[in-house]
Every structure is written in structure tokens, then in C-alpha cells.
């Protein structure tokens, strides 16, 4: 059985492509950083295989089976990032606080273009209407994920800076890795709306620039090594 929004779907699972894996890093903040991780992993390994392999998707149980396993790993994401804000806020870290909240609306973009898709999959459950309009409602890949990504740079350069004390240089190092990793995904992202906004269609950046997709890919997937880098060094000097 084939889901009746397959093209739709491979829009949400390709279009944001460095935005949800880029708001995982923070979220484990020396809370749960196995969970965080997890979450980056998942979201990761999804939307890669959405770009490579979009025919998978076309089967309405595995579109199910991983737009459920976005939702969830969406929740973990917004919960860990309300835990360092109130870490923050204990501390009174107030622009890391400031920072934290803009990652929580941040993370909460992320997970409603997640709900479109899952919408979609699971369309007999909701009104005919809604079906609709989410179907046409192109914000969901386009303004969305570009808020998110910049949003989530925004934090990250935020973060940098706070880290002036001599023992924290190796983190500061990691999260400048992790600015110019966060800045291609913005970057990355402000191209599909500038080309939304001019041609009023939805197209992926990897289309907008068909001669280097391969070339696009690599970059995202540098980007988000970058990121996982930042979180992995963020975790070592907590529990070090």
C-alpha cells in the first residue's frame, strides 16, 4: 500500500535537512546527553534517507512508522531544551536564558513541520479540510525551517561567546565549528524561500543547484557533523 501523499512527504522529510539535526545538540545539555543524541541520530538518518532513497517513503506503513518516530524524537528535543532553560535560569545566565527559550521556539517549529507530515500519513483520522490545507500550506517547508535554522544560529553564536573562561576554550573552539556548520543551514535555507518567494514553488536546494547536489549534500552532512562535534566536546567537558 502506497501513501496518497507521497510527494508531499519527501518534501518534509529532504526540505530542512540541517534544521532538526541542528537543534539536537544543545537539547542533552549535561541533562540526559544519551537521549539527545538519540534524537539527533533518528532525525538525522531519516531525512537522509528521505533525500536518497525518497521511494521508501511511498510505503504508507514505513511513512507511518517514521513520522511517529519524528514526533517523538521532536518531544525529546523541546523537553531537554525547557530543562536548560531553566538550568539557565537557576544559574542567571541571562542571555544563554534568552538563547535557550529562542531554542525552544525553535525546536517547536521543527516538530510542526514533523506534524504535517504526520498528518498526511495519517489523513482518515482528521477532517477533509485540514487534510487540504496542510497539503497547500507551503510555509510548512519553506518559512518554517528557515525560522528554525535561524533561530538555532542565533543560539549557537550566542553560546560561543559566553565561553571566555581560559577551561572552556576547546568548548568555544567546538561551537565556532558549529556556527559555520548552523550558518550553511541558514544559508541553505534562505535560499529555498528567496526561490519560494519568486517562483512560488517549493523547491529543494539540491534542485535549485542540480549540477552540485552531490556536492550540497556533502555540505549539510559536514554541517551536521559539525554540530554533533559541538555536542559531543559539550558533553565530554560536563561529565569530565
Same mark, same amino acid.
Given at each position: 500500500? $502506497? @501513501?496518497?501523499?507521497?510527494?508531499?512527504?519527501?518534501? &518534509?522529510?529532504?526540505?530542512?535537512?540541517? $534544521?532538526?539535526?541542528?537543534?539536537?545538540?544543545?537539547?542533552?545539555?549535561?541533562?540526559?546527553?544519551?537521549?539527545?543524541?538519540?534524537?539527533?541520530?533518528?532525525? *538525522?538518518?531519516?531525512? $537522509? &534517507?528521505?533525500?536518497?532513497?525518497?521511494?521508501? *517513503?511511498?510505503?504508507?506503513?514505513?511513512?507511518?512508522?517514521?513520522?511517529?518516530?519524528?514526533?517523538?524524537?521532536?518531544?525529546?528535543?523541546?523537553?531537554?531544551?525547557?530543562?536548560?532553560?531553566?538550568?539557565?535560569?537557576?544559574?542567571?545566565?541571562?542571555? &544563554?536564558?534568552?538563547?535557550?527559550?529562542?531554542?525552544?521556539?525553535?525546536?517547536?517549529?521543527?516538530?510542526?513541520? @514533523?506534524?504535517?507530515? *504526520?498528518?498526511?500519513?495519517?489523513?482518515?483520522?482528521?477532517?477533509?479540510?485540514?487534510? /487540504?490545507?496542510?497539503?497547500?500550506?507551503?510555509?510548512?517547508?519553506?518559512?518554517?525551517?528557515?525560522?528554525?535554522?535561524?533561530?538555532?544560529?542565533?543560539?549557537?553564536?550566542?553560546?560561543?561567546?559566553?565561553?571566555?573562561?581560559?577551561?572552556?576554550?576547546? &568548548? /568555544?573552539?567546538?561551537?565556532?565549528?558549529?556556527?559555520?556548520?548552523?550558518?550553511?543551514?541558514? %544559508?541553505?535555507?534562505? %535560499?529555498?524561500?528567496?526561490?519560494?518567494?519568486?517562483? /512560488?514553488?517549493?523547491?529543494?536546494?539540491?534542485?535549485?543547484?542540480?549540477?552540485?547536489?552531490?556536492?550540497?549534500?556533502?555540505?549539510?552532512?559536514?554541517?551536521?557533523?559539525?554540530?554533533?562535534?559541538?555536542?559531543?566536546?559539550?558533553?565530554?567537558?560536563?561529565?569530565?
Amino acid at each position: 500500500m $502506497t @501513501t496518497p501523499a507521497a510527494t508531499d512527504l519527501r518534501g &518534509l522529510l529532504v526540505v530542512d535537512l540541517g $534544521t532538526q539535526y541542528a537543534w539536537a545538540e544543545i537539547a542533552g545539555a549535561g541533562y540526559s546527553p544519551p537521549f539527545a543524541a538519540m534524537a539527533l541520530a533518528v532525525q *538525522f538518518v531519516l531525512k $537522509t &534517507l528521505g533525500t536518497v532513497v525518497p521511494e521508501l *517513503f511511498r510505503v504508507l506503513i514505513v511513512a507511518q512508522a517514521t513520522q511517529v518516530i519524528s514526533v517523538l524524537a521532536g518531544i525529546v528535543i523541546i523537553v531537554f531544551f525547557i530543562l536548560l532553560y531553566r538550568d539557565c535560569q537557576r544559574e542567571g545566565r541571562e542571555k &544563554l536564558k534568552m538563547a535557550s527559550m529562542l531554542g525552544i521556539i525553535g525546536s517547536c517549529i521543527g516538530l510542526l513541520t @514533523t506534524l504535517k507530515g *504526520f498528518i498526511l500519513v495519517f489523513q482518515t483520522v482528521f477532517s477533509p479540510h485540514m487534510v /487540504r490545507s496542510i497539503m497547500t500550506a507551503h510555509y510548512f517547508e519553506t518559512v518554517l525551517p528557515w525560522i528554525s535554522s535561524a533561530l538555532f544560529l542565533f543560539f549557537i553564536i550566542v553560546f560561543w561567546e559566553e565561553m571566555r573562561l581560559p577551561e572552556q576554550t576547546k &568548548l /568555544r573552539r567546538a561551537a565556532l565549528v558549529a556556527v559555520f556548520g548552523a550558518a550553511f543551514v541558514a %544559508l541553505a535555507a534562505t %535560499l529555498v524561500v528567496v526561490n519560494y518567494l519568486i517562483a /512560488r514553488e517549493v523547491t529543494f536546494l539540491s534542485d535549485l543547484i542540480a549540477s552540485a547536489s552531490v556536492i550540497i549534500l556533502l555540505l549539510l552532512a559536514l554541517s551536521a557533523l559539525a554540530v554533533i562535534y559541538f555536542f559531543l566536546v559539550y558533553y565530554r567537558e560536563q561529565t569530565g
